[in-house]
C-alpha cells in the first residue's frame, strides 16, 4: 500500500528546500552543491572541490580544519554574477 504525501509533510519538505535557506546560513560543500542544483544549476560536491584549488572563481568559502564552509548568500550570489556574465 503507498502512502500519499500529507499537506503537513509536503508543507515540510518545502520548508527544508535550499531555496528557502536563510541566507545566513553556513553549508557544507554537499550542502552548497545542493543549493546550486535547487536553482537549477546542476555543479556536484566533487567540482566544487576541484574548484577550490584550481579555480579562484567559484562560490567564496572558507575553510574550518579539513571542512569548506559556504555561506549560502555567497553561494547565491556568486550564482547571479555567473548567471550574469551569461
Not at 504525501?5 to 527544508?16: E, L
Not at 535557506?21 to 535547487?38: G, I, P, Q, T
Amino acid at each position: 500500500m503507498t502512502t500519499l504525501p500529507t499537506s503537513a509533510s509536503r508543507q515540510h519538505a518545502a520548508a527544508d528546500s535550499p531555496l528557502n535557506w536563510d541566507d545566513d546560513k553556513l553549508v557544507n560543500r554537499a550542502e552548497a552543491s545542493m543549493l546550486l542544483k535547487a536553482s537549477g544549476i546542476r555543479i556536484e560536491p566533487s567540482t566544487l572541490a576541484a574548484w577550490a584549488h584550481r579555480r579562484p572563481d567559484g562560490p567564496p568559502f572558507k575553510r574550518i580544519g579539513r571542512q569548506a564552509i559556504y555561506r549560502v548568500s555567497a553561494v547565491r550570489a556568486w550564482l547571479a554574477q555567473e548567471l550574469e556574465l551569461a
